[in-house]
Each structure stands twice: as C-alpha cells, then as structure tokens.
C-alpha cells in the first residue's frame, strides 16, 4: 500500500504519521507528501524525513475545482497513490475535494478533524466547542465523503475542556491526541482490518 499525505501548512498530523510508520513499522509506504502551498513548512519536514514532496499550487490556478484535483491525482499516480493501492490522508489541506476524487478513491482518503463529529464540522471547531460552552470536545479520524466532515468515522478521543481554556490551550490538548490516533488510524488500515458499511465502521481486533 502507498500513502499520500495532503498538507498545506505545518504538517504537525503528517510529521506523527510518518514517525509512526517509521517506528511502529506499519506496513504502508510513505510514498509522496503533496501540498498546495509552496510554502508548507511541513513540506521542509518531509523532505528532511527523507519523503518525495510535490507542490501543485492552488493560489492563482483559475481552472475548476475538478481540474485541479486531476493535478493532484496525477501527483499521487506519479507515486503510485492509485485508487487499488493506495491511501490518502489529509493533514490540515485547506481545500474541499471534488466529488470527482472522491468517488475515484473512494472509503481511500482519511481526515481529521478536531472536534467529535458531528458536533462542530467546519472550521474553528476548537473555537465552536468553547463558545457553545462543551464540556468535552476532542478529534476524530474519518474517511471522506462529499460532505464537510460527514464521512463514516473511524477513531475519535475525547479531551475535557476546562473552565479557563482558550481556542490555543485546547487546540493544543486536541492536537496532542490527533497525533495518537491519526497514526493509529492508518495503521488499522494499512492491516486492513478496517470494515466500512455505509455509514457504519468496525474495526477487526486480533484473532477474531
Ligand atoms: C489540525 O488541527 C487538524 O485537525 C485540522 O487541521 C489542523 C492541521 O494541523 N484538520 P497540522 O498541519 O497537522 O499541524
């Protein structure tokens, strides 16, 4: 299996799954880290990780939504990120994919999300849980769908918010556990012992 991490800023989620795939040898190929903004500094930790990096850059592309995905799968084919063998994982990449590319790698692409789903999908999740005033909040790994984060769930963790919490204190916490279970995520998937039905995911123990 190859995989393909989507990134388009510090690629702090990217930098855990690739120590994990080093460390804990999950069994998938580190293959090509892509990002849409030249600038990613998670782009210099790849390369200093010793992984392929492309840029495909989206500031200033005019084309359709589609097209510019078709750049990206082109970027991902080049690495052998197919729709039959590979993975991909998207680490804070701040574009909405097509349903095109979706449904090409389709139960194939992973996200993460900082907040439980489906309390508080979109952006500054962090922020919606404290001004709704939650008391837990947390992360959560999915597969993608062609919705905002509505794709069926594969891992989530809870982190408690405390009375005095700011949007970067419990951002922190969150990330903290995003870097657990996003590796942990693909690690269940590299071993294939990931089961989706429709909205549903069962994830095989050992033995059984
Ligand atoms: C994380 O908070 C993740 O949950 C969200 O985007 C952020 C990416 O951070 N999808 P990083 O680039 O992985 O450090």
Known sequence: MNLGILISGRGSNM???LKAIKRQKIRINPAVVISNNQDAVGLKIARRMGIKTEVVQSKGFSGTRWEYDRMIIKALQKHGVTEKNGIICLAGFMRILSPEFIRKYRHRI????PAVLPAF?????QKQALDYGAKYSGCTVHFVDEGVDTGPIILQAIVP???NDTE??????ILSKEHKIYPQAVMLIAEG????????????????
């Open 15 to 17: 930098e855990a799954i």
């Open 110 to 113: 992973l996200n993460i999300h």
């Open 121 to 125: 999908p979109g952006l500054h999740a």
């Open 161 to 163: 918010i405390k009375d």
């Open 168 to 173: 970067e204190t419990l951002s922190k916490r």
């Open 193 to 208: 012992k990931v089961k989706v039905d429709g909205r549903k995911t069962s994830i095989k123990s050992q033995g059984r």
